[in-house]
């Protein structure tokens, strides 16, 4: 089955240690995103990738850095910069950047930070 | 700017009754896409309808069913005889000319028995 795989589903962490969030898709997919939510905000994008080996900022990008070295994976890392990580985080992909293309996504990671 | 506001916060209704989502919308981009995306409990978003700015047929899908009005920018979701399996937070976006999709805060929808 192709899909959106985010691990963990949960992850606890101290404050002050940088912590990894992992994305994989099996679907092909050029772009890839991630959001965070929170409660009463929605969704909110922190990073995307519209290829390999690019990426750019979302509206919340501070405290946070990926990469994407492979077309099917797009970690994202939560470092000590982020004030307030804990949070639940969704990752998804979609076919093209273009604006036309859904996006499918995972079941998110939810975060706790202490 | 882009933005998409999702004015009902939460939502109660009971088992069978029909319940409309409201969903408005504000871009300059004369293209743009907008889709209505349910998170159930489980916490996924799943994708449920997409339409563009220049296809203003209503659609319906089973239960489920939409109303897009340019004159408004609005982009509304019925849901007909609901049912509990329908409990879930729903989201409107809006995609113009950027790759970035913009989403409501949601509408938390409970259907009780």
């Known amino acids: 089955d192709g899909g959106i795989t985010q691990s963990p589903k949960y992850l606890f962490r101290k404050e002050g240690q940088n912590v990894t969030l992992s994305c994989e898709q099996n679907?092909?997919?050029?772009?890839m995103y991630w959001y965070r939510q929170d409660p009463g905000q929605g969704l909110r994008l922190i990073y995307y990738s519209q290829i390999v080996n690019d990426f750019q900022k979302g509206d919340i990008a501070e405290g946070y850095s990926v990469s994407r070295e492979k077309k099917e994976s797009f970690p994202l890392t939560v470092t000590s910069a982020q004030k307030n990580p804990t949070a639940f985080y969704l990752c998804?992909?979609?076919?093209?950047?273009?604006?036309?293309?859904?996006?499918?996504f995972g079941n998110g990671t939810r975060l706790t930070v202490t | 700017a882009q933005k998409v506001t999702q004015a009902q916060t939460e939502i109660s209704v009971v088992e069978k009754e029909d319940v409309t989502l409201d969903c408005v919308y504000e871009t300059r981009d004369t293209t743009y896409y907008l889709f209505w995306y349910k998170q159930p409990p489980s916490g996924e978003l799943v994708f449920l309808i997409r339409?563009?700015?220049?296809?203003?047929q209503n659609e319906i899908s089973g239960r489920y069913s939409w109303n897009f009005q340019k004159s408004t920018s609005s982009f509304n979701f019925t849901i007909t005889a609901s049912q509990v399996v329908d409990s879930a937070v729903y989201f409107c976006?809006?995609?113009?000319?950027?790759?970035?999709?913009?989403f409501g805060k949601g509408t938390k929808l409970t259907v009780n028995p």
């Open positions: 339409r563009n700015s220049f296809d203003e």
């Open positions: 976006a809006l995609r113009g000319g950027s790759e970035k999709l913009v």
């Open positions: 679907l092909n997919h050029d772009a």
């Open positions: 998804a992909s979609s076919i093209t950047s273009g604006n036309n293309s859904p996006l499918h």
